[in-house]
Nanobody, 123 residues
C-alpha cells in the first residue's frame, strides 16, 4: 500500500519561502512520476509541478516557473517542493500524488494522494 504524507505548510508573508515535503512509503519514489497539486477554496485542483522517474526531468505550471522547484531524495524516499517568492495567490491546500503512468497535469493521471498541507500567504 502506497502512502504519502505531506508536511511543511504554514502561514507566511508574501515574499517568503517554504519547503514542502512528501514522504512516500510502500514503494520507491523512483518507480513513479510524482506531482504536486494545489487547491484553493471553491477552485479546482491545479497542477503545479511533477518530477520524472529518473529524477532529472521536471515540469511546472507557468505561474510557478522560476519560483518553485521540485526535487527528491531517494535515500529518504521523499519529494520536495521548494517555494520561493510566495504570493497571496499561492494560498491553497497542497497535495502530492504518484502516477504509475506518465503523470501529466490532470489529477486523473495520478493513483495515490496524500492528505495535503495548508499554505497561507498573507499580503
Amino acid at each position: 500500500q502506497v502512502q504519502l504524507v505531506e508536511s511543511g505548510g504554514g502561514l507566511v508573508q508574501a515574499g517568503a519561502s517554504l519547503q514542502l515535503s512528501c514522504a512516500v512509503s510502500g514503494r520507491t519514489i523512483s518507480s513513479f512520476v510524482i506531482g504536486w497539486f494545489r487547491q484553493a477554496p471553491e477552485k479546482e485542483r491545479e497542477f503545479i509541478a511533477s518530477i520524472r522517474r529518473n529524477g532529472i526531468g521536471a515540469d511546472y505550471v507557468d505561474s510557478v516557473k522560476g519560483r518553485f522547484t521540485i526535487s527528491r531524495d531517494t535515500s529518504k524516499n521523499t519529494v520536495y517542493l521548494q517555494m520561493n517568492s510566495l504570493k497571496p495567490e499561492d494560498t491553497a491546500f497542497y497535495y502530492c500524488a504518484t502516477s504509475d503512468g506518465g503523470g501529466g497535469a490532470r489529477p486523473e493521471g495520478y493513483n495515490f494522494w496524500g492528505r495535503g498541507t495548508q499554505v497561507t500567504v498573507s499580503s
